[in-house]
C-alpha cells in the first residue's frame, strides 16, 4: 500500500526555513570586533578595568581599516564608471581616421598620409619610403622644421616616375638640427573600424596600425 507525502508537513519546513545573507569582509571584522570587545570587558578585573584611551584606539582603527575598504570599493566602482564612459566616447570614433605612433603607409589610388613628431625643431628632415622589401622608393626632403607634428603626403610616384601599386608601404623618417641627429616618432594614418574595452583601457582596432591605445592617439581626422 503506497503513501502520500504529508504536503501540509513539507510545506511548513519549507516556509520555516531561514536564508543566510553573506557578510562582506568589513562586517566580519566588525562583528569579531565587537565580539571581542565584549568578551574582553565581561571578563575584566574590576580593580583593574580597561583603559578607555586603549578601548578608544582599537575602535579608530577599526573604523579607520573600514573606510579603508569602502574608499577602496568607491574607488572601484568609479573606475569601472570612467572606463564604461571611455568606451562609449570611444565608440563614436568609428570610422573616423586617427594618427598614432606607427610606420606603416596603405596607399589608395595614389594617396597616402604620414606624420611624424619632433621633440625639437630641426633644420633638416628626410622621409624615406619603402615597399615590403624594404626598398626606397621615394624620398622626400621636408626641410626645417619646428618641433610638434609634421604631416606628409606621398601620390604614389616613385623616384624613377612609376606609379607604385595600392598596397602597404613604410617609411622612416631621418632629422638633425646642426649635424646632431635628433630623435623622431614615426606617425602612421589608420582607419578606426572598432572600439575594445579590455584590462588595458580602451583600444581603438584600425586597418593599418592594428589595435591601438585610445590614450596613444595624437590627433583624429
Not at 531561514?18 to 569582509?25: F, L, S, V
Not at 584606539?57 to 574607488?75: F, P, R, W, Y
Not at 613628431?117 to 624615406?128: M, N
Not at 583601457?201 to 593599418?208: A, E, H, P, R
Request: charged share 15%; aromatic share 4%.
Amino acid at each position: 500500500m503506497s503513501t502520500t507525502p504529508d504536503i501540509a508537513s513539507t510545506t511548513g519546513v519549507a516556509a520555516t526555513g531561514t536564508t543566510k545573507t553573506a557578510k562582506t569582509t568589513t562586517q566580519e571584522s566588525e562583528d569579531r570586533f565587537l565580539k571581542l570587545l565584549v568578551t574582553q570587558m565581561k571578563n575584566q578585573d574590576p580593580l583593574n578595568p580597561l583603559d578607555n584611551a586603549q578601548v578608544t584606539s582599537q575602535m579608530a582603527q577599526l573604523s579607520t581599516v573600514t573606510g579603508i575598504e569602502k574608499l577602496n570599493t568607491a574607488l572601484q566602482a568609479m573606475s569601472s564608471s570612467f572606463a564604461s564612459s571611455q568606451s562609449l566616447q570611444a565608440a563614436g570614433m568609428i570610422g573616423r581616421n586617427v594618427l598614432a605612433p606607427g610606420s606603416n603607409l596603405q596607399l589608395l589610388n595614389g594617396m597616402t598620409v604620414g606624420g611624424f613628431d619632433l621633440k625639437q625643431s630641426v633644420d633638416s628632415a628626410v622621409v624615406k619610403i619603402k615597399d615590403a622589401a624594404g626598398n626606397v622608393l621615394h624620398s622626400v626632403d621636408m626641410g626645417a622644421q619646428k618641433e610638434g607634428s609634421v604631416m606628409f603626403q606621398w601620390d604614389g610616384v616613385t623616384d624613377s616616375g612609376v606609379n607604385a601599386p595600392n598596397g602597404s608601404y613604410t617609411f622612416e623618417v631621418s632629422a638633425a638640427q646642426g649635424g646632431q641627429k635628433v630623435e623622431v616618432e614615426n606617425l602612421a594614418l589608420g582607419k578606426v573600424g572598432s572600439v575594445s574595452l579590455g584590462a588595458a583601457g580602451v583600444v581603438l582596432n584600425t586597418d593599418v596600425l592594428g589595435a591601438v591605445d585610445v590614450a596613444k592617439v595624437r590627433q583624429i581626422l
